[in-house]
T-cell receptor
Framework: SQQGEEDPQALSIQEGENATMNCSYK?????LQWYRQNSGRGLVHLIL?????REKHSGRLRVTLDTSKKSSSLLITASRAADTASYFC?????????????FGIGTKLQVIP | DAGVTQSPTHLIKTRGQHVTLRCSPI?????VSWYQQVLGQGPQFIFQ???????GRGNFPDRFSARQFPNYSSELNVNALLLGDSALYLC?????????????FGSGTQLSVL
């Protein structure tokens, strides 16, 4: 089952604009991660935010986490055509001795040059 | 260093057949996880192996099985293939099986069942 739900499911913006994607999840987590996937191939890790953190930055990426609302957002500033991809949030829990990473359904981002 | 490698990249099978997918983790990584990604959806967890033992299993039927070898490479086996098994199968490795570890993904095996 999918733990997270990204919103919107698709987003189209002009190059240079900011892109914001949201993720909601259902159960308590240890941390939350964001991944990127180009053209249905392998996923690439972008950023990890721990459950006791509220905001984290990495280059043009800014992630927030609100555990009381069970939600997270990913902001990509000054978007580029190369940012066109699908973005997934993934919740991370340690369950029964294994790392249970559960992905959302993703946001498909298109950046128009 | 080489990343996570998966083989084959593409595979076409017919219903009822068996398939074996292979994964080599990043050198030094002891944990391998398998995911199924149906078109338009996020990856769904199938298995996690750590130190050659199954540590976690997702909600998949017994037709799905896996194993991890002493060199930490892994195989995913699917028996009695169904049309619904058509998907991208992703392998991910990490150093351990703890939380707070990022996953490193291979490029996947695209399986088509006809």
């Amino acid at each position: 089952s999918q733990q997270g739900e990204e919103d919107p499911q698709a987003l189209s913006i002009q190059e240079g604009e900011n892109a914001t994607m949201n993720c909601s999840y259902k159960t308590s987590i240890n941390n939350l991660q964001w991944y990127r996937q180009n053209s249905g191939r392998g996923l690439v890790h972008l950023i990890l935010i721990r459950s006791n953190e509220r905001e984290k930055h990495s280059g043009r990426l800014r992630v927030t986490l609100d555990t009381s609302k069970k939600s997270s957002s990913l902001l990509i500033t000054a978007s580029r055509a190369a940012d066109t991809a699908s973005y997934f949030c993934a919740t991370d829990q340690l369950r029964g001795g294994y790392q249970k990473v559960t992905f959302g359904i993703g946001t498909k981002l298109q950046v128009i040059p | 260093d080489a990343g996570v490698t998966q083989s084959p990249t593409h595979l076409i099978k017919t219903r009822g057949q068996h398939v074996t997918l292979r994964c080599s983790p990043i050198s030094g990584h002891k944990s391998v996880s398998w995911y199924q990604q149906v078109l338009g959806q996020g990856p769904q967890f199938i298995f996690q192996y750590y130190e050659k033992e199954e540590r976690g299993r997702g909600n998949f039927p017994d037709r799905f099985s896996a194993r991890q070898f002493p060199n930490y490479s892994s195989e995913l086996n699917v028996n009695a293939l169904l049309l619904g098994d058509s998907a991208l199968y992703l392998c991910a490795s990490s150093l351990h099986r703890a939380t707070n570890e990022k996953l490193f993904f291979g490029s996947g095996t695209q399986l088509s069942v006809l």
